[in-house]
């Protein structure tokens, strides 16, 4: 198989696997239990939150730890409109992940929802986004990296006009994380484990100092009572190492990525067109479209190359992508189109190898 679905998920890093190793095995106590072993496995998830918190890069907050990014952006949204009920409006934008569309979409009910569009390229309009903003609003939610297309929103001129009306400003950072610098601006910052070559099922919340959600989560009361449940020391090693390492691999990563971009675009052909933006861009997500081609039947035709048509939840659904369909897409085209995510452990003869079988498998269909 050649592996090119990173904005699915990341393989986990060697450094990350070893981490954790110990905590799988004879170092099992609970990590909330008073005696030597269990403040052991919670001095361990201490340093793990720092390693993560220096990854974040963000001063002046703490990280929470929760099962996923889902939950944590699930978290941000519910708990901040429990929180602020003198305010009942949230904005947020076209293309973000389906945890923030879905959850406000569900709070709709109860509160003023505004989505604002984006353009062609995907990035979101600034004077429409002030238009957009009151001192109703409560929360303006918007991605740092769009998992679909790569595309990077000025999350940093976002959080000033949310700001300048009082609300706060979510970021979901999943796809940032590790891969460009997080802007001063935001006030909760959602990040993933298994996106930053990490374990699985953990995710955090960054929280802003005063800026904390009301718990979603009620129970025994750990993460300072802001989450119950009891925490994995393995997850919770293996995020911390992971984000250690995509610190400290930061611009080996990126220098990596920038090859492999200007590979796979060398071989790709004019048949091609990227989606999204160009510049304002993470160069590890590759999403073209090729008129006329029948992307469901090319991944049938190229099963043993991991690519995806769009986001992975929207895969499996037969939907058109919508973050395809917000930059102006048809129905047709958006079903035209592949998404090539690839990263730290790609290797640039699979790429390019990759990319000359997808496109044999497209001339096959005749575009
Ligand atoms: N936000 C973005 C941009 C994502 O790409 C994903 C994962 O696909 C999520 C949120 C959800 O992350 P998790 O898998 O940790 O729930």
């Known amino acids: 198989m050649i592996y090119l679905d990173y904005q699915a998920t990341t393989p986990l890093a060697p450094e990350a696997r070893e981490a954790m190793e110990p905590w799988l095995g004879e170092q099992f106590a609970n990590p909330h239990s008073p005696y030597t072993a269990g403040r052991m496995a919670a001095a361990a998830i201490s340093v793990a939150r720092d390693q993560l918190s220096d990854a974040i890069g963000l001063p002046g907050g703490q990280a929470v730890f929760t099962g996923s990014a889902t939950e944590a952006i699930n978290w941000a949204i519910r708990g901040t409109m429990e929180k602020r009920p003198e305010r009942s409006h949230i904005v947020t934008i076209a293309t973000e992940h389906a945890a923030v569309l879905d959850t406000v979409e569900w709070l709709g009910r109860r509160h003023d929802v505004t989505i604002l569009p984006v353009d062609?390229?995907?990035l979101v309009d600034l004077d429409q986004l002030r238009e957009a903003v009151s001192e109703r609003t409560a929360l303006v939610a918007a991605m740092l990296v769009n998992n679909?297309?790569?595309?990077?929103?000025?999350?940093?001129?976002?959080?000033?006009i949310a700001h300048s009306k009082g609300a706060w400003m979510l970021c979901d950072a999943v796809q940032g994380?590790?891969?460009?610098?997080?802007?001063?601006?935001?006030?909760?910052?959602?990040?993933?484990?298994?996106?930053?070559?990490?374990p699985k099922a953990i995710g955090a919340l960054w929280m802003r100092e005063g800026c904390e959600p009301a718990p979603l989560i009620h129970g025994g009361g750990q993460e300072a009572g802001l989450r119950?449940?009891?925490?994995?020391?393995?997850?919770?090693?293996?995020?911390?190492?992971a984000a250690k390492l995509a610190g400290s691999k930061q611009s080996e990563d990126r220098a990596h990525v920038a090859q492999l971009w200007e590979a796979a675009?060398?071989?790709?052909?004019?048949?091609?067109t990227i989606n999204g933006d160009i510049q304002n861009r993470y160069r590890g997500n590759l999403n073209i479209r090729r008129e006329g081609l029948d992307a469901a039947r090319?991944?049938?035709?190229?099963?043993?190359?991991?690519?995806?048509?769009?986001?992975a939840c929207a895969s499996g659904s037969g939907r058109p992508s919508h973050v395809l369909r917000a930059l102006g897409l048809s129905d047709r085209e958006a079903r035209s189109?592949?998404?090539l995510g690839?990263?730290?452990?790609?290797?640039k003869g699979d790429l390019t190898e990759a990319i000359g079988r997808i496109n044999e498998a497209a001339r096959k269909q005749g575009v």
């Open 120 to 122: 062609s390229n995907g």
């Open 148 to 160: 679909e297309i790569g595309v990077i929103q000025p999350v940093d001129r976002i959080a000033e």
């Open 177 to 198: 994380l590790g891969r460009i610098p997080i802007p001063e601006g935001p006030d909760l910052v959602a990040v993933s484990g298994h996106k930053i070559h990490g």
């Open 228 to 241: 119950s449940g009891t925490l994995s020391p393995a997850l919770c090693v293996g995020f911390g190492a």
């Open 265 to 272: 675009t060398a071989v790709l052909g004019p048949e091609w």
């Open 298 to 311: 090319l991944l049938e035709e190229c099963r043993d190359i991991a690519m995806s048509l769009g986001s």
């Open 337 to 339: 189109s592949i998404r």
């Open 342 to 347: 690839f990263g730290r452990y790609t290797d």
